[in-house]
């Protein structure tokens, strides 16, 4: 039975416009939904408030047990939630296997977190017992995009779950089923009460009001730079938490000992994976300039050789852009770094929404798609002759998101690393990864640090409130 019912997949009328759940390769219409208006996010966050606190006081095991059958749903519907992100985001079916492995993931260890440790006995002066206690936020409100939608959700909506807290969701509309309706339909079979999930896609003034409503004390967000910093400055008005994960403008770095008929595979996946939409995407390739004209001729033949069309019906390597908006930034990215000298080795192209894999040699400070986050699939590739000069360009980004480096020496890997400030560091590997274990997040204009796995999680959705108890009245001098 299908876990989906495009005809009862919103249970709880929304007020705003209606919007077409569009395929991006085929511009087909999937189904239909209603996008939320801020009267509905208000009236969201008045339920999920009154509801948020039975369900902190339910047992930990009790939360632990719902996060463990959404896990176990996640796997159990694979095949039909496989379709929705294949088709509502254009992924390929291996991208979409992926982002349902990592949420039966993010269940589980959310489950785990439910009965962490919650505390600390302190000392203290008095004649009394002193401790620490982690307690629930109340009602967290998550902000998802569109490029890994069903990862994005769920990483903040199972850990805030399982922690106590009710949640407000509010993905792109552009991937609100495979990014928010298709949680909520797993953790309802998975008898999690109602009202503790609400699913709001909608548009910037939805967002606003989420991020304004005093009943919502934690903003998770992950989206671009620009949209965290107004996010960022909103929640710091209402002196609310704001968890941001931004941009990234992420690079790679090759060594002159790197074994290129190793690296180049790793390095057109960085670029290319998704189409290039994900925020870890390896947007910079820094090689040795003894290897270079040799890496950009070869990453070009395999950017070349890459299947490039409709993920649902044909067996590709990338899907489509997931609109013409994000197309043409893309095209206009690439367009304006030839005209500023930079030579186009391999794409360049695109059919519809359909953009060839692309390699940019030639590049510098002055090449838009080197310096800007372009989110698709294009690999630029600038030369160095030394470490140092490696990590002085590696630095120079306002992001500081993913860091790979390439080398058969590991422990040179590590110290150049060292001198790169970036949230993530991956050696002999490309940029874009994750775990539901790991920690996840970027300094500088990617965000406000690592904000997801085990004890970040615990931070991020929870208070720490000081308790004492005395075994009688306090005395005092007056």
Same mark, same amino acid.
């Given at each position: 039975?299908?876990?989906?019912?495009?005809?009862?997949?919103?249970?709880?009328?929304?007020?705003?416009?209606?919007?077409?759940?569009?395929?991006? @390769?085929?511009?087909? =219409? $999937? !189904?239909?939904?209603? %996008?939320?208006? &801020?009267?509905?996010?208000? #009236?969201?966050? *008045?339920?999920?408030?009154?509801?948020?606190?039975?369900?902190?006081?339910?047992?930990?095991?009790?939360?632990?047990?719902?996060?463990?059958?959404?896990?176990?749903?996640?796997?159990?519907?694979?095949?039909?939630?496989?379709?929705?992100?294949?088709?509502?985001?254009?992924?390929?079916?291996?991208?979409?296997?992926?982002?349902?492995?990592?949420?039966?993931?993010?269940?589980?260890?959310?489950?785990?977190?439910?009965?962490?440790?919650?505390?600390?006995?302190?000392?203290?002066?008095?004649?009394?017992?002193?401790?620490?206690?982690?307690?629930?936020?109340?009602?967290?409100?998550?902000?998802?995009?569109?490029?890994?939608?069903?990862?994005?959700?769920?990483?903040?909506? @199972?850990?805030?779950? =399982? $922690? !106590?807290?009710?949640? %407000?969701?509010? &993905?792109?509309?552009?991937? #609100?089923?495979? *990014?928010?309706?298709?949680?909520?339909?797993?953790?309802?079979?998975?008898?999690?009460?109602?009202?503790?999930?609400?699913?709001?896609?909608?548009?910037?003034?939805?967002?606003?009001?989420?991020?304004?409503?005093?009943?919502?004390?934690?903003?998770?967000?992950?989206?671009?730079?620009?949209?965290?910093?107004?996010?960022?400055?909103?929640?710091?008005?209402?002196?609310?938490?704001?968890?941001?994960?931004?941009?990234?403008?992420?690079?790679?770095?090759?060594?002159?000992?790197?074994?290129?008929?190793?690296?180049?595979?790793?390095?057109?996946?960085?670029?290319?994976?998704?189409?290039?939409?994900?925020?870890?995407?390896?947007?910079?390739?820094?090689?040795?300039?003894?290897?270079?004209?040799?890496?950009?001729?070869?990453?070009?033949?395999?950017?070349?050789?890459?299947?490039?069309?409709?993920?649902?019906?044909?067996?590709?390597?990338?899907?489509?852009?997931?609109?013409?908006?994000?197309?043409?930034?893309?095209?206009?990215?690439?367009?304006?770094?030839?005209?500023?000298?930079?030579?186009?080795?391999?794409?360049?192209?695109?059919?519809?929404?359909?953009?060839?894999?692309?390699?940019?040699?030639?590049?510098?400070?002055?090449?838009?798609?080197?310096?800007?986050?372009?989110?698709?699939?294009?690999?630029?590739?600038?030369?160095?002759?030394?470490?140092?000069?490696?990590?002085?360009?590696?630095?120079?980004?306002?992001?500081?998101?993913?860091?790979?480096?390439?080398?058969?020496?590991?422990?040179?890997?590590?110290?150049?690393?060292?001198?790169?400030?970036?949230?993530?560091?991956?050696?002999?590997?490309?940029?874009?990864?994750?775990?539901?274990?790991?920690?996840?997040?970027?300094?500088?204009?990617?965000?406000?640090?690592?904000?997801?796995?085990?004890?970040?999680?615990?931070?991020?959705?929870?208070?720490?409130?000081?308790?004492?108890?005395?075994?009688?009245?306090?005395?005092?001098?007056?």
């Amino acid at each position: 039975m299908p876990l989906l019912d495009t005809r009862t997949w919103q249970p709880r009328a929304l007020a705003g416009p209606g919007y077409t759940v569009t395929e991006p @390769a085929t511009g087909q =219409a $999937l !189904g239909a939904l209603a %996008l939320a208006t &801020p009267e509905d996010v208000g #009236a969201a966050a *008045g339920r999920a408030a009154a509801a948020q606190r039975e369900w902190a006081r339910a047992p930990h095991f009790a939360r632990a047990a719902v996060l463990r059958k959404a896990g176990d749903l996640f796997t159990a519907h694979a095949a039909e939630l496989r379709e929705w992100i294949v088709r509502e985001s254009g992924s390929v079916p291996g991208k979409a296997d992926f982002e349902l492995h990592v949420a039966a993931q993010e269940c589980y260890e959310a489950a785990a977190l439910a009965s962490r440790p919650a505390g600390q006995v302190l000392p203290s002066e008095a004649p009394r017992l002193s401790y620490t206690r982690r307690v629930p936020a109340g009602v967290v409100g998550v902000i998802s995009p569109f490029n890994a939608p069903l990862i994005l959700s769920i990483r903040s909506v @199972a850990p805030a779950l =399982a $922690l !106590g807290n009710a949640v %407000l969701l509010k &993905p792109d509309p552009r991937t #609100a089923v495979c *990014g928010g309706l298709s949680l909520a339909a797993v953790l309802a079979a998975a008898g999690l009460p109602q009202d503790l999930l609400h699913v709001l896609p909608g548009g910037p003034d939805a967002g606003q009001a989420l991020v304004s409503d005093p009943r919502v004390p934690v903003i998770s967000f992950t989206g671009s730079t620009a949209a965290g910093r107004a996010v960022g400055e909103a929640a710091g008005r209402h002196l609310k938490r704001a968890h941001l994960e931004l941009g990234g403008n992420s690079a790679m770095i090759v060594l002159e000992d790197a074994d290129l008929d190793a690296v180049i595979s790793t390095a057109a996946w960085g670029s290319f994976f998704h189409q290039g939409q994900i925020c870890m995407t390896t947007g910079r390739h820094l090689v040795h300039a003894s290897l270079y004209d040799e890496y950009v001729e070869r990453l070009a033949a395999k950017a070349d050789s890459l299947a490039v069309g409709d993920p649902h019906r044909d067996h590709v390597h990338l899907g489509p852009i997931i609109d013409s908006g994000q197309l043409s930034k893309i095209s206009g990215l690439v367009e304006s770094s030839r005209a500023a000298g930079a030579k186009i080795a391999a794409g360049g192209t695109h059919d519809r929404l359909f953009y060839r894999p692309t390699v940019l040699a030639h590049v510098d400070d002055h090449t838009p798609a080197y310096t800007e986050e372009v989110f698709g699939p294009v690999a630029p590739v600038r030369s160095f002759t030394t470490a140092d000069e490696a990590a002085a360009l590696a630095a120079q980004s306002p992001y500081g998101l993913s860091l790979g480096i390439v080398t058969r020496d590991p422990a040179r890997g590590l110290d150049l690393a060292d001198r790169i400030p970036t949230g993530i560091v991956h050696i002999n590997d490309q940029t874009v990864n994750d775990e539901a274990v790991a920690p996840f997040g970027g300094v500088a204009a990617s965000g406000t640090g690592a904000r997801f796995g085990g004890e970040a999680n615990l931070e991020a959705f929870t208070e720490l409130r000081w308790t004492t108890v005395r075994g009688d009245v306090a005395p005092y001098p007056f």
